[in-house]
């Protein structure tokens, strides 16, 4: 067997083997430095999250603890960081608050369960290739469905910024209750909520990318213990267990699965979503390549390693991987240096943690959550395309009717519909030769020559099954409306991958329409693939010899003979 291409091949399972014995010292002491910086921007940060989606907040941690391990031996990207993120937090919460029952310990398990099915949907996603299942969702609802979700976001951390009792709903009844209980509101949790938000926005604009975020935690809690405002009723994350998570499966029942895998997907969907753009786009930034392929094994294992953790959901997240970035990352072994920092949290600093105060943590969140609004997107989408701006809209009012799972769900259907609705009504275009011999559209070409007696047509998508009538009909249409009598019609199929049954049946009964017509029916530009794909169906019975790859050209002069 041949261990060094199953590890380290280009389509190995250990990337990490490539990238070890090329290491430095030199890069070690960057990669050190990156780490720690990350630690302590993700520390609070996952403990917040955590709080967001209503389980211990200790089980954040788990999440950076082992995630962080597992990516660095099976990503392929030097500075992606993985963890806990707020959107996945948030469908976590409205998952499991609706089957978990109150209970603390079945809720981890809940988390922990969801985390895993979601690694065993990407590790059997790579054989299926699911790794271009992200891309489904288009860009616009993508945009939309982020901006409703830091706004759904935001409406679950307000309670605890106004030292309020949260409420369940959509983001409007949440809204609504903030509002109503604003003379309950406890005025010592506001204050420290408040004051958090404005040091996180002037560290932000001072210093840049930089872990500020322990920072005004570490000032958050010495202010508590000191002067001892707990006692004023300021909430407090409590205490934190000691010690390392232990590793075994979550205690759920067999009924459970069948509740938890809608949720898993939805995840899935999430978490490659963002851990493949975020992997992407730093990527392109130093000049390197990802595997598609193995970032998804990774964030499989990723997610199941955290499941046996006790922790839920993981993914690539744009704010952690720009810290890591920012700390001067080399290599994955950022994460590692990462997870070491947080185990030592774990077993010697848990307690440290007992008086961070709640208002602080959604500060935290709602920090996060404003990084995903994309209102400069949406302006844009408006301005160029107005169709793609609505789709937007919708998903992001989906978002807050809905909550985030409904509405990731019918932001995954508008894009099917989006693409349904693109290719079911394609134009076929009428094609005439320009000065250089070329056949071009003449609607972008009006000098273009047409072909006395022949009419040459292109579509501007393949023919499917629920679009071929609609080419059909168009065909035929310009074949009623030519100013002279067509005795030839020249399909371009340049750009048809392949037909379906379907599809083939119609263009049979085109033909036949045609031929009954006195009209004759020649194909240009045929690829091997549809020519097999046509001779399956018999289209050679209506059409006559079907020949691979003959020009326009050639086809006119076929069609004469």
């Known amino acids: ?23 430095s010292t030199r890069r070690f002491g960057l990669d050190l430095l990156a780490g720690l910086s990350l630690a302590a921007f993700v520390i609070p940060e996952s403990i917040a999250y955590a709080s967001l989606a209503q389980l211990p907040p200790v089980t954040g941690l788990y999440c950076y603890l082992v995630a962080g391990i597992v990516y660095a031996l099976l990503g392929t990207s030097r500075q992606l960081a993985v963890g806990p993120t707020s959107a996945l937090a948030i469908v976590i919460a409205s998952s499991i608050a609706a089957i978990g029952g109150g209970d603390p310990a079945r809720a981890v398990a809940l988390g922990s369960a969801i985390a895993l099915i979601v690694g065993m949907i990407c590790i059997a996603g790579r054989f299926v290739g699911l790794a271009n299942a992200a891309y489904f969702i288009s860009d616009p609802v993508l945009t939309g469905f982020k901006t409703g979700a830091a706004l759904y976001i935001a409406s679950t951390q307000l309670p605890k910024l106004f030292g309020l009792e949260g409420v369940t709903g959509n983001f409007f009844e949440r809204v609504g209750h903030v509002v109503a209980s604003l003379p309950q509101a406890h005025v010592p949790s506001l204050l420290f909520g408040l004051a958090a938000i404005v040091l996180f926005v002037l560290f932000e604009r001072l210093l840049p990318g930089r872990p500020t975020t322990l920072v005004v935690v570490i000032a958050a809690i010495a202010v508590m213990t000191v002067f001892g405002l707990s006692e004023t009723g300021i909430k407090i994350v409590g205490d934190l267990p000691s010690g390392l ?11 459970d699965i069948s509740a938890l895998i809608p949720v898993a997907l939805a995840c899935f969907v999430l978490a490659y979503g963002e851990t493949i753009s975020v992997a992407r786009s730093f990527a392109q930034k130093y000049g390197y390549e990802i595997n598609p392929e193995q970032e998804l094994t990774a964030l499989g294992a990723a997610n199941i390693a955290t499941g046996m953790a006790h922790g839920f959901p993981v993914a690539g997240g744009m704010s952690q991987t720009a810290v890591n970035d920012m700390g001067g990352a080399t290599s994955p072994l950022a994460l590692i240096v990462t997870s070491g920092a947080i185990a030592l949290t774990l077993l010697f600093f848990a307690a440290f943690f007992h008086n961070l105060p709640e ?39 989906g978002v807050l009717l809905f909550g985030l799972l409904d509405g990731l769900l019918l932001a995954a259907v508008g894009s099917l519909v989006m693409l349904i609705a693109h290719t079911s009504r394609p134009v076929v275009v009428a094609l005439g030769r320009d000065r250089s011999g070329y056949f071009v559209s003449r609607a972008r070409n009006p000098d273009a020559s047409d072909t006395p007696g022949a009419l040459v047509v292109r579509s501007t998508t393949t023919w499917l099954y629920y679009n071929a009538e609609h080419i059909r009909r168009q065909i035929l249409d310009m074949v009623d409306t030519a100013p002279a009598q067509i005795r030839i019609v020249v399909l371009d199929f340049a750009n048809l991958p ?64």
Not at 245 to 255: C, D, G, Q, R, T
Not at 371 to 387: D, G, K, W
Request: glycine share 8%; charged share 25%; with cysteine.
């Open 245 to 255: 998570p232990e590793i075994s499966l979550p205690n759920i029942h067999a009924s």
């Open 498 to 561: 392949a037909i379906d049954i379907t599809a083939g049946m119609i263009l049979r009964g085109l033909v036949r329409t045609l031929k009954d017509r006195g009209i004759r029916v020649e194909i240009a530009e045929l690829r091997d693939e549809v020519v097999e794909n046509l001779k399956l169906i018999g289209a050679d019975q209506d059409l006559g010899s079907i020949v691979a790859h003959r020009t326009i050209d050639d086809s006119l002069a076929a069609g004469k003979n």
């Open 359 to 397: 208002p602080v943590l959604g500060a935290i969140v709602l920090m996060a959550a404003s990084r995903l609004v994309r209102l400069q997107e949406l302006r844009r989408l408006r301005i160029e395309s107005r169709a793609e701006f609505w789709t937007a809209m919708v998903a992001c009012l």
């Open 1 to 23: 067997m041949d261990y060094k291409r199953l590890l380290g091949g280009k389509i190995g399972w250990v990337p990490a083997v490539r990238w070890i014995p090329m290491y």
